[in-house]
């Protein structure tokens, strides 16, 4: 199945343009011109521009989510698990999104693995601001996003590649968390060439697209 030259319901189409260009300004159709992977295989990810879910239309979200800053903040939740982490995510109400992180946690609970490390000096969720390098807001303005250990999960811009160019990610979050986060909702960025390891971010419609196309 491919979505390559197509035009549904008027969500746009997958144009041929530089992908760097389809990153700053993508069509919603666009979104979905990466397939998340599903299996925990990073070598995808070598491919270059290959971001699944790293494309975001705006003016979709603003529709799904909020279109301000007073807006996103009268929705907020603490999401909590002192089993796992000291301190809580703020995350947004909207959509369930704070109600599939406090499941996806406490399924991580339930596996008895030890994450202390994982979430030791997690960087939070809710945060307005714009992706660093460009003008774009990030997903946490809009309170879907959370941030892990950023020394295990490490970020591509910390070193130093050129974007396009971005080489190994050496990986230390474990599979057993990504695969729980990605069972309630949340990809992962350490599937990305342009890697996010800290990063998780609720986008079941990625996930639902996978599952339901081929390989």
Known sequence: MTLDGQVWLGLGTIRAIPPADALRDPTILEQFKYRYP???DLTQRTAPFFDPGRLRNGDFFEA?????????????DQVA?????????????KR????????????LDALEED???????????????????TSRLSAHSFG??????????????????REG??????????????RTMERYGFIWGGK??????????YRPELILYSRMTPE
């Open 96 to 107: 369930n999104v704070s109600c599939q992180l406090a499941t996806a946690l406490a399924a």
């Open 192 to 201: 990305w060439h342009h890697f996010d390891g800290m990063h998780f971010e």
């Open 115 to 133: 994450f202390s490390a994982v979430f030791q000096g997690a960087g939070g969720g809710f945060n307005w601001r714009v992706i660093a390098g």
């Open 81 to 93: 698990r002192p089993a796992l982490m000291d301190g809580a995510f703020q995350v947004t109400r």
């Open 64 to 76: 799904l989510y909020f279109q301000t800053e007073p807006e996103a903040r009268d929705s907020l």
């Open 165 to 178: 160019a971005v080489l190994d990610y050496d990986n230390e979050i474990p599979e057993s968390l990504v």
């Open 144 to 161: 879907i996003a959370v941030d892990v250990n950023a020394e295990m999960g490490k970020y591509w811009r910390w070193t130093g590649a």
């Open 38 to 40: 599903l299996a925990f």
